[in-house]
């Protein structure tokens, strides 16, 4: 049986996200796990698990930073 050693979950829906991620870390043990949630108060579900997880907003933000030279992420916390 072949076992998948990334897991990407980058739909949508930031709760179909969390389940898929929970899914490969805890149950099928898949040693990397990225997703992306659009909701940064959900990264409390992540607490637990050894999940990596992307933020479009703040990637944005930071896109915007070396644009403009500004401290973005600390204006807009």
């Known amino acids: ?21 929970e899914i490969a870390s805890k149950l099928f043990n898949v040693s990397q796990v990225i997703t992306r949630l659009y909701d940064t108060e959900k990264e409390v579900v992540y607490q637990d698990f050894n999940i990596q997880i992307i933020y479009p907003s703040r990637l944005s933000l930071c896109e ?14």
């Open 64 to 77: 915007f930073e070396k644009l403009t030279s500004l401290n973005l992420l600390e204006v807009f916390k």
């Open 1 to 21: 049986m072949s076992k998948a050693d990334v897991v990407v979950a980058a739909t949508n829906d930031d709760n179909t996200n969390i389940m898929i991620a």
